[in-house]
Structures are given as C-alpha cells and as structure tokens.
T-cell receptor
Framework: SQTIHQWPATLVQPVGSPLSLECTVEGTSNPNLYWYRQAAGRGLQLLFYSVGIGQISSEVPQNLSASRPQDRQFILSSKKLLLSDSGFYLC???????????FGPGTRLTVL | GENVEQHPSTLSVQEGDSAVIKCTYSDSASNYFPWYKQELGKGPQLIIDIRSNVGEKKDQRIAVTLNKTAKHFSLHITETQPEDSAVYFCAASSPNSGYALNFGKGTSLLVTP
C-alpha cells in the first residue's frame, strides 16, 4: 500500500530564516505531488504541483518555491520566511491528474 | 476559475441524528467531487467521492448526492456518532483549472452524546 510522509511535524522559525519541508511517498511510482497551505479556520490553498521529476507548476506567487529532486520526493523551500507564511502545510499525491488525492499528516509552521 | 462555497461553517447535531453539508461550484465543467474529513492536527482523509456521471453514491452511513444542473453537491451522514466530529471539506475539480482541487472553507461538525 502507499504511504506519504512529511517532515518535520512541527517547526518554529524566526522571520527571515530559511525553510525546507520534505514530503516522501512510498509504494507508488511517478505520482503527481502537491503542496497545499491551510491557514487557521480556512480551506486548503494549492501552492505547487508536480507531474514528474524537475517539473513544478506554481499556483500562487509568493516567496516559497518547490523542487522535486527524486520521483517520490517533494520539497517546499523559502530563502526568507515571512510572518504570513505561518500555517499548516500539507503534501498530497495522486496517481494521475484526474485521480484521487491523498494527503500526508502535515507540518505545522509557526513564524515568529 | 472554479469557486466552491460550503455551508454551514459549523454544525452541531445530537448523536444518532443526520448531518447534511452542502457545497456549490461555479464551473459547469467540474467533474470530480471529493469529500475529506480532517481531525485536529491531522491531514485530510478522503471519505467519499463522486464523479459527474453519477448522481448519488453511498458508503455505509455516508452518502454524497450531485445535482449537475444546479451545480451543487451534498454530504449526508446518518446515525452520527461522536467520532464523526471533525472538519469536513468539499472540493471540485475541473479540466478548465488543470484538474486542481478547489476546496470549500470547511464545516466544523460536532456530534454531542
């Protein structure tokens, strides 16, 4: 069966510091991968998605970036965090573009 | 782009009662509608989904109905239990937006014993 992992589970970072969140998927190959952000009391906002290694599409312009160095690894990064980057970051995977998306456990990011 | 509205934002029911959550969407080309349950501090879990070629789908106590003409779909939970308490999200996917999932803002369901 397939599993999706996110690391770390929680993170507290100062404003202006860099960020690296990692997502890995097991049990499948060539998945579509997604990064979402969930602000408190709000829905999920799609940030990036990837249909293959090195292929990244950005949905929302911001100071975040994503990379996919390996087939089942998706990384969310920032060079300098803003207060507004605080939130719950969720990674998801699907077999194809029209298939069900399955979410990871999330990373709670607090920027102080 | 696709806009998904979800109501109500909060819902409180007594154990054993039914709960209904409704969503509307704006893009008539949307053809996939999943529902997710999110418990506090966890990632959303898919509970049921429906595609546009079907009007209703059931899985034990959970059912989803879709009205393509009116562009709305609903989640029905029967015989609610305290463990059904969570935030529920609807979403819609359209080829016009690259099949990205557009989510509603969520419904916080509380089932009281």
């Amino acid at each position: 069966s397939q599993t999706i992992h996110q690391w770390p589970a929680t993170l507290v970072q100062p404003v202006g510091s860099p960020l690296s969140l990692e997502c890995t998927v097991e049990g499948t190959s060539n998945p579509n991968l997604y990064w979402y952000r969930q602000a408190a009391g709000r829905g999920l906002q799609l940030l990036f998605y990837s249909v293959g290694i090195g292929q990244i599409s950005s949905e929302v312009p911001q100071n975040l970036s994503a990379s996919r160095p390996q087939d089942r690894q998706f990384i969310l990064s920032s060079k300098k965090l803003l207060l507004s980057d605080s939130g719950f970051y969720l990674c998801a995977w699907s077999r194809g573009t029209t298939d069900t998306q399955y979410f990871g456990p999330g990373t709670r990011l607090t920027v102080l | 782009g696709e806009n998904v509205e979800q109501h109500p934002s909060t819902l409180s029911v007594q154990e054993g009662d039914s709960a209904v959550i409704k969503c509307t969407y704006s893009d008539s080309a949307s053809n996939y509608f999943p529902w997710y349950k999110q418990e506090l501090g966890k990632g959303p879990q898919l509970i049921i989904d429906i595609r546009s070629n079907v009007g209703e789908k059931k899985d034990q106590r959970i059912a989803v109905t879709l009205n393509k003409t009116a562009k709305h779909f609903s989640l029905h939970i029967t015989e609610t239990q305290p463990e059904d308490s969570a935030v529920y999200f609807c979403a819609a996917s359209s080829p016009n937006s690259g099949y990205a999932l557009n989510f509603g803002k969520g419904t916080s369901l509380l089932v009281t014993p």
